[in-house]
C-alpha cells in the first residue's frame, strides 16, 4: 500500500510490512512519551485497578437509572402517575444525560477527570434522595434531569479514560467491558429492586442504590488516579513496537516485560495545511520500565488547567458544529438504535408480564431481567475481545494496515439477529406463548446490543481521534483531547433516545403487540443495512470529512 493510503484518519499501519512479509511487531497507537507518569506507560495491573473504578462507576450509575424500572406500576399506583408519564421521565432523564456532557466532558479536561467522576457520584447520591420525596409529574422529570446530569460522564468520560491508557489494539475488550456493564448495570437494577419492593417498598430500593453510590464515591477517592496527561506531539516522534507474544504478556516482572521492547521512532514532514504522514524511518531507542502504582494518592488532584475557560466554551460548540459530518450523523444514529432496544425491554417489560396471560408478581417481572443483564455479558466482554483479534486479522490480510471500516463487517451478527429477538418480544405476548418466548428475545437483544455500540464507538474513536490540531501547545489542542466527535454523537443519541419514550407505549400498547413486532423487526433491518453504505463509502467521507474537522478543533 502506498504511503498517500496512509494519510487518512482511521487508517493505521498495525503491522511493519518487509516486502512481502508481514511482521508479527504491532505499533503502539498513540505513541506513549518517555514520560514514567505517562497513564500510556502504567504496567498492566495499574492500568486495569483504573478499569475497575471507571466500571464500579458505570454500573452504579446505571443502576440509579434503571432502579425503579421493573416496579413502574406499582409506582404508578403509589404516586399517582400513569405509565406514560414515568416512561417520558425516563426519556427526559437520557436527553440530560446527552445535553450534559457538553458540560462534563470539558470540564473533565479543565479541572481534571477525577473531580469530576467524585463530583459526579456524590452529586447523584443527593439527588437520588431527593427522588424519594419527589411529589407530582413536575418533581419527578426535575429529579430525572438532575440525575441524568450527575451520571452524564458514564456515557462519555468513560471511554476517553479507557483511550488515555489503553493502546488502539487494546481497547475493544476494556471497552467491551466497560459496555458490558453500561448494559448490564441497566439490567441489574430491575433485578434487585422486584425483591426490595415486595419486601420494604420502593422507597427502600432509592435508599440502597444511594448507599451503593456513596461507597462507589469513597472508592474512586481512594483508589481512582487522574489519567489527563499532557503528552507532546512533535514532528520527530517515537513510536513503539511489540512482538504479539509480549503484548499479550502480563507486566507481572517490569524488567522481563520490557526485555523484549523495541522503540522505532518516525519521521512526520508537515504539509502547511493538514501536518499529514509522508515517510517513516525505524530506529532503535531505549525502552522505559512500566510504571507501578504507587499506592492511594486520595490528596492528588490535577491543577485547573491554564485554558480551562477556553477549554469549556470550545466544549460545549464544539460537538455541536460536528454535524455537517455524515459519520457523526451514522454514528449516532447506531448508537441510538441499540440504547433504544434496551430501553424497549425496560419501558415494556412490567406491562407486558404484569398483565394476563402472564400475570407476574414485582419480584417475578424483575427476575426476567435477569435474561438481558446475562445475555450482555458474551456480547461485549467476548465482544470486545473479538473485535480486538479482527482488527489485527484483518490487518495482516491488508499488508500491515488497518482500516476504520473493517470492524464494521462484524455488524453481520447484530443486523441477524436483533430482529429475531424483536419479533420474539411482540408476537410471543400478542399469540399467549410461553412467557421464555418474551424472556429469549429480551437475550437476543441485549446480547448483540453491547456488541453494536462496541463497534459504534470504536468506529467514531477510529476516524476522528487520531487527528491533531496545528497548535498542539494551547487551547485548541486540549479541546481536541475532550473527544468532541464523542460528545456529538452521544448527545445525538440520547435526543433520538428522547424522543422514542414518547411513542414507547403508544406503539406497543396502543398500536398492538403484532403490529409493533413487525414494525420494529422492519425498522432494525433498515437501520443495519447503513452499514453496507459506511462499509464502502466510509473511508471516502473520512477523507472528505477531515478537513471541516480539523477546521474546528483548530478554531
Known sequence: ???????????????????????????????????????????????????????????????????????????????????????????????????????????????????????????????????????????????????????????????????????????????????????????????????????????????????????????????????????????????????????????????????????????????????????????????????????????????????????????????????RLPLIWWSGLMYATYQICFNLIAAISSGILAAPPYNFSTSAVGLTFLSPFLSAIPGSVYGGYITDKFVLRQAKKNHGIAEAEHKLKLYIIPAALCPIGLLMMGLGPYYGAHWIVYVLGCAIVNLIGPLATILTVSYVFDCYHPIRPKTEHGVQACAQDMAPYLLSTVLLAMVFTFGFNYVITPWCFGWGLRNFAISSALIITVINATVLVVLKWGKRLRRSGERHYRKIIDW
Not at 406499582?74 to 445535553?99: A, C, E, H, K
Not at 422529570?141 to 468513560?158: E, K, M, N, Q
Not at 488515555?164 to 459496555?179: A, C, M, T
Request: some cysteine.
Open 1 to 323: 500500500m502506498s504511503v498517500g493510503e496512509l494519510d487518512v484518519p482511521g487508517t493505521a499501519r498495525i503491522y511493519q510490512e518487509e516486502g512481502e512479509t508481514v511482521q508479527n511487531a504491532v505499533t503502539l497507537i498513540p505513541t506513549p512519551s518517555k514520560n514514567p507518569d505517562d497513564p500510556l506507560n502504567w504496567t498492566r495491573k495499574r492500568k486495569y485497578l483504573m478499569l475497575s473504578c471507571v466500571v464500579f462507576y458505570t454500573i452504579t450509575a446505571t443502576i440509579l437509572s434503571s432502579d425503579l424500572y421493573s416496579v413502574f406500576d406499582p409506582l404508578s399506583d403509589s404516586t399517582g402517575l400513569s405509565l406514560d408519564q414515568l416512561n417520558v421521565g425516563t426519556g427526559y432523564l437520557y436527553l440530560f444525560i446527552g445535553v450534559s456532557t457538553l458540560i462534563s466532558q470539558p470540564a473533565s479536561l479543565a479541572f481534571g477527570k477525577r473531580p469530576t467522576y467524585l463530583v459526579s457520584a456524590f452529586g447523584a447520591a443527593l439527588v437520588n434522595i431527593w427522588t424519594a420525596f419527589a411529589k407530582g409529574n413536575s418533581q419527578w422529570i426535575a429529579s430525572r434531569l438532575l440525575l441524568g446530569f450527575f451520571i452524564s460522564p458514564s456515557f462519555t468520560l468513560v471511554e476517553v479514560s479507557i483511550a488515555d491508557v489503553f493502546f488502539l489494539h487494546e481497547r475493544s475488550f476494556p471497552i467491551g467491558l466497560y459496555i458490558n456493564f453500561l448494559f448490564g448495570g441497566v439490567s441489574l437494577g430491575p433485578i434487585l429492586s422486584g425483591y426490595i419492593y415486595e419486601g420494604v417498598g420502593w422507597r427502600a430500593i432509592i435508599w440502597l442504590s444511594t448507599g451503593l453510590t456513596v461507597i462507589m464515591g469513597i472508592v474512586l477517592f481512594f483508589f481512582l488516579e487522574e489519567t489527563t496527561f499532557e503528552r507532546e506531539h512533535d514532528t520527530l516522534s517515537s513510536i513503539t513496537s511489540r512482538n504479539d507474544a509480549e503484548v499479550e504478556q502480563e507486566e507481572n516482572d517490569p524488567k522481563t516485560t520490557d526485555k523484549g521492547d523495541k522503540t522505532t521512532t518516525s519521521v512526520q514532514n508537515e504539509h502547511s495545511q493538514s501536518r499529514r504522514l509522508e515517510s517513516m524511518d525505524i530506529t532503535d531507542a531505549t525502552p522505559f520500565t512500566p510504571t507501578p502504582w504507587p499506592g492511594p494518592r486520595f490528596w492528588k488532584f490535577m491543577k485547573p488547567h491554564k485554558h480551562a475557560l477556553g477549554i469549556m466554551t470550545r466544549g460545549f460548540l464544539q460537538p455541536l458544529a460536528m454535524y
